[in-house]
Structure formats: C-alpha cells, structure tokens
C-alpha cells in the first residue's frame, strides 16, 4: 500500500484492525486490479505491473475464475465488517 493512504487511514481512522486490513497485500492486488479493469479494460500495463508484485505480460489480460471472484468477496465482505 503507498505510505500515504496507509499513514492517512492510520490517523483518520484510529482502528489497528481497519489499519491491518488495509495493508492486506491480496486487498491492493484488489483494488489495483480493479482499476486496471475500470480503466485499462483488464489489460496489464507497466503502471499495473509497478504497483503490484504482480508477473504478467505486459499487454496480456487479466483473467478470473469462480474460486477468485469467491475469495475477492470474502475480503471485501471482511473489509467491510473491519469498517
């Protein structure tokens, strides 16, 4: 997470648990996906791949399954409740 958001959450917020849930690497690998599909049609660029740990091509799309879709909920609905 860029140190920015994380020092603004810590202090608006004042929750280690919200804090904690927001450094959650698989919650930035979400929300970076996220707007690469929003605005790069889910096709990986070199911004995307700078801001994640992310290995795909360059060019190629992002692609999911049921089981991925299924976790990325749960982690949301977890968000949420941390929220």
């Not at 929003?38 to 070199?46: P, S």
């Amino acid at each position: 997470m860029n140190p920015r958001i994380q020092k603004a959450t810590d202090s608006v917020f004042c929750n280690s648990e919200l804090s904690t849930s927001f450094r959650n690497k698989d919650f930035w690998l979400l929300f970076q996906r996220r707007n690469l599909i929003v605005h790069r049609r889910g096709v990986v660029d070199q911004a995307y791949i700078g801001q994640t740990s992310d290995n795909l091509p360059i060019g190629s799309r992002l692609l999911f399954n049921s089981s991925y879709a299924k976790n990325c909920l749960i982690l949301v609905r977890d968000f949420g409740v941390s929220f």
